[in-house]
Structures are given as structure tokens and as C-alpha cells.
């Protein structure tokens, strides 16, 4: 009988133990909340990239600011890996970035052979199409079997840098690092400047990078990069993830969305979603940060701004949403409280969230340590394939 009772104790303290490591796992697999620790370092950072073309400066758009890098997985195809040239519209020249590397933590961005003609058509008639938000390429099924031909093997994230919407470079050493990480874990991903506030308040910036991923719908795109237009996610930090949400939150309202062309992730790493008075109450942004909102959204005082509802992706959920990985840091200078009430607000919805709060102060793409960095790759692996 005490046999048999030790024999059971046993496996008990088995099942315990088991319990107990798997509750300590960092498999990022399977997040929904969680509250985690970050390591001091950028992981994007500390790595050498090794075989990862950047195809730089590609115009999705005829202003100066509206141009985006293309960072390609190591196993890109030869002819996957162009670079646009001068056209006679005035579309700036680019190549192969091989000094962003070593800036990103030394690693190398290897030769991207000679310039193609395809290409720079793609870039060239980005800039030379209708506004924002439109599809480019005219309407139609004929439109729609053209693109459907022309989509390609591998999945794609559209990344947008932070900067409180009015500076910021998808050129910096951290989110060129980044870009090179996610193309690193098998996605195409297409680094996009925008057109900043002042000079450009609310909506260019939003404009822009809605019409960067009109252009990575483009048949010439996807056939180009080798992008199944079925598996395109998007990816910001602080003012970028404002952007990716909002880009994710207004989707079904794009013409790209009628045709069958989704986003299918979105990745949102402190990005605030609310500009409205509630983000200048006692537990809200800074005054100094207030100020860079009004200028950003091109209003005097917040009441009197219709543009703040407008910009904000809390006022925007439907149940046609794409899935979300948020993440937010518990004492950064963005409100916790954005980020929660957003994702409760995506969850009535019945649109998926995980939910990753990082104890302390660091904001954006300062949480992605490698931990972090995994999850969101496995995230985006996920939803995107």
C-alpha cells in the first residue's frame, strides 16, 4: 500500500515539474497576454547579416519622402534581386545598400547584379498613378487575374518607421536592422519613409503608406519580389505602428481590400491609439508629447479636432480586422492604458490579439530583444505562413 502511494506522489511531482517548465518556456508559440522582461540589447542589432540584399530608395510615389527599401531574404532568385535606375520622369537611382549593413551591426548586404528595366517601371509608375489609396492599375477582373498571375511564392511585411510622425529615417541603423531580421526569417520586407508633419500633417502620412502597400500589391511588384499577395503583413513602431493599426483598422475600406488583397498581420510595438482629449487626461501623454500630436494631426487645441478621431485606430475596429501582435512596454511614455484598451477593443470585435506588456521603459523596437524578436517572427510566420 505505501508502495503504491509513493508511486503515486511520484508521478504527481512529476506532473508539477512538467507544468513548471512549460509555464517558464519561452516558446513564443501560442501567446495571447503576457507580461515579460527585456533584455538591455537591440537583437536586430547585435546580428551580421550575411546574403541579405537591401534594394534601396525604390519610388512607390513621386515625392522625395516617398520612397521604400526592399530588404530580400537570403534565398532570393537571382532575378529577384534589382535595382531601379534614373527614369526620365525623375525617379531617383538606386543600389544595393552594402554601408546600412555595417551601421546594423557589421553585417554585409551583398552586390544586387545590374539594373532592371522591370523594376524601375514598378517604381516609375508608383509615382506617376492616381492619389492615395487607389488602385493604381486601373479596376476590373481583368486587373484582378493579371495580379492573381503574377503573385509570387514568399510571404511580405510592409514595415513603417516611428518619429512622432514628423522625423525618422527607414534608413537608421536600428530599423534597417530590423528589416534585415525579418527578411532574415523568410519575409520580404519593404522599409517605407512618408512624408512628415508639419510640413505634411495628418492624413499624407497615412496616404503614403497606404499607397506604398497599394504598390506592393502591383503585379510588377509581387512578380518582381517573388510576393504571394495572399500572406502581406505590416509592421510599425510608436508614430509607425499608429500607421500599421490604422492601415489594418480602415483595410476594408481600400480598393486593394475589394480586390482580395488584405493585410493578413499587423505588428504594433507602442503605438498610441488615441489622439483624442482622453490621451491629455491626468494618466495620458506629456504636454510636450500633446504638442506633437496637434501638430502631427494639423489642429490648434484638441477640441476642436475632428482629425484626432480620425487618426486614431481605437475609433476604427470592425470584425474584418487582421490579427494583431501588440506590444508595449508597462512604464514607457506611452500610456500602458493605449495599447490595453485597444486590444479589448479588437477582442469584441472577435479580431485576435497577443498581447505582450514588457515590464519597464522601453519603447518601439527597443523591446526586441531576442525573445522578442522571436515572437514576433513567429507571429508573423503564423498568420502569414
Known amino acids: 500500500m505505501r508502495s503504491g502511494r509513493r508511486t503515486l506522489l511520484a508521478l504527481v511531482a512529476a506532473v508539477v515539474a512538467l507544468g513548471a517548465v512549460a509555464s517558464c518556456s519561452t516558446d513564443p508559440v501560442g501567446d495571447e497576454n503576457r507580461t515579460v522582461t527585456a533584455g538591455p540589447v537591440i537583437y536586430p542589432l547585435s546580428l551580421r547579416y550575411h546574403g541579405i540584399d537591401v534594394v534601396a530608395d525604390v519610388p512607390y510615389g513621386s515625392d522625395a519622402l516617398q520612397r521604400l527599401d526592399v530588404c530580400l531574404p537570403a534565398d532570393s532568385a537571382p532575378d529577384t534581386t534589382r535595382t531601379p535606375t534614373s527614369t526620365p520622369g525623375g525617379t531617383a537611382s538606386a543600389t544595393p545598400d552594402d554601408v546600412g549593413a555595417d551601421a546594423a551591426g557589421g553585417g554585409s548586404a551583398s552586390g544586387a547584379g545590374t539594373a532592371a528595366a522591370g523594376v524601375a517601371a514598378a517604381g516609375a509608375g508608383a509615382g506617376a498613378g492616381a492619389g492615395a489609396g487607389t488602385a493604381e492599375d486601373g479596376s476590373g477582373a481583368g486587373d484582378a487575374a493579371v495580379a492573381e498571375a503574377a503573385s509570387g511564392t514568399r510571404p511580405a511585411v510592409l514595415m513603417i518607421h516611428g518619429g ?222
Not at 536592422?177 to 510640413?199: H, I, M, Q, W
Not at 510588377?220 to 495572399?230: A, E, G, M, R
Not at 512596454?329 to 469584441?348: M, Y
Not at 485576435?352 to 507571429?379: C, N, Y
Request: net charge negative; with cysteine; glycine share 6%.
Open 164 to 385: 512622432s510622425w514628423s522625423h525618422g529615417d527607414k534608413a537608421t541603423a536600428a530599423y534597417r536592422s530590423v528589416c534585415k531580421y525579418l527578411a532574415s526569417e523568410g519575409f520580404v520586407t519593404f522599409n517605407v519613409d512618408y512624408r512628415l508633419a508639419p510640413t505634411d500633417p495628418f492624413p499624407a502620412g497615412l496616404d503614403d503608406v497606404r499607397r506604398a502597400l497599394d504598390w506592393v500589391f502591383r503585379p510588377t511588384t509581387l512578380s518582381t519580389y517573388d510576393v504571394d499577395s495572399k500572406r502581406v503583413g505590416v509592421f510599425g513602431g510608436s508614430a509607425g505602428g499608429n500607421l500599421a493599426a490604422m492601415l489594418a483598422v480602415t483595410d476594408h475600406d481600400s480598393t486593394a481590400y475589394a480586390e482580395g488583397d488584405r493585410i493578413r498581420a499587423v505588428v504594433d510595438l507602442s503605438g498610441p491609439t488615441n489622439l483624442t482629449t482622453r490621451s491629455t487626461e491626468a494618466d495620458g501623454v506629456s504636454a510636450a508629447f500633446q504638442r506633437k500630436q496637434l501638430l502631427y494631426l494639423g489642429c490648434r487645441t484638441y477640441s476642436d479636432c475632428p482629425a484626432a478621431t480620425r487618426a486614431s485606430p481605437e475609433y476604427h475596429v470592425t470584425s474584418d480586422t487582421a490579427p494583431f501582435f501588440i506590444g508595449h512596454s508597462t512604464d514607457e511614455f506611452i500610456p500602458l492604458w493605449e495599447s490595453q484598451e485597444f486590444a479589448a477593443t479588437l477582442r469584441r470585435h472577435d479580431v485576435p490579439v497577443t498581447f505582450v506588456a514588457v515590464e519597464g521603459s522601453a519603447h518601439s523596437i527597443a523591446q526586441l530583444d531576442e525573445a522578442m524578436s522571436k515572437r514576433v517572427a513567429s507571429f508573423l510566420r503564423e498568420h502569414l505562413g
